[in-house]
C-alpha cells in the first residue's frame, strides 16, 4: 500500500510539472504535497450589476484555485489565484441561469460567481471545490 501511495504521489508531481509548462509568467505550480484536481471553462461575471461576462478557464489544485486566460501563444496566464483555505461556494439558483456558483474567499472583498457550462458542470465543480476546501480547513 504504501508503494501504491509513493507511485501516485509521483504521478500527481508529475502532472502538475506538465501542467506548469502550460503556463506562462512566474506562476509556479509544483508545491510540495500539490495535486491537480480538475479544470475546464466557465464564465466570470463582473460589475455592479453582474451584467459583464467573461470566459475564463480554471484550474483546480488540492490547495488552490487559479483563474486564467488564454494568450494568443496559447498558454494560460494566471489572472488571479485564489488560496482555498478559509473558502466557501455555494450554488446558485436563478430563473434566468441555474448553473453558476460563487465563490468566496475570506482575503479577497467580494465574492466570485462563476457560471459552468451547465448544471452537471456546475455539481462537480461545486463537490471538488467543497472536498479540497474541507481537506484544506
Not at 504535497?33 to 483546480?60: E, H
Request: proline share 4%; hydrophobic share 40%.
Amino acid at each position: 500500500q504504501h508503494l501504491n501511495d509513493r507511485i501516485n504521489e509521483l504521478e500527481q508531481q508529475a502532472t502538475v510539472v506538465k501542467l506548469q509548462k502550460l503556463f506562462t509568467g512566474k506562476e509556479t505550480l509544483v508545491a510540495p504535497g500539490r495535486k491537480f484536481l480538475l479544470s475546464g471553462p466557465v464564465d466570470l461575471f463582473s460589475g455592479r450589476k453582474l451584467n459583464r461576462k467573461k470566459t475564463r478557464i480554471l484550474f483546480l489544485f488540492s490547495d488552490i484555485l487559479l483563474m486564467t486566460r488564454i494568450t494568443r501563444s496559447i498558454k494560460f496566464k494566471t489572472k488571479q489565484k485564489f488560496p482555498l483555505k478559509d473558502g466557501q461556494v455555494s450554488s446558485m439558483y436563478s430563473q434566468k441561469k441555474d448553473d453558476s456558483f460563487c465563490l468566496f474567499i475570506p482575503s479577497f472583498s467580494k465574492p466570485f460567481r462563476f457560471c459552468a457550462r451547465n448544471r452537471k458542470e456546475r455539481d462537480v465543480w461545486v463537490r471538488n471545490l467543497r472536498k479540497a476546501i474541507a481537506v484544506e480547513a
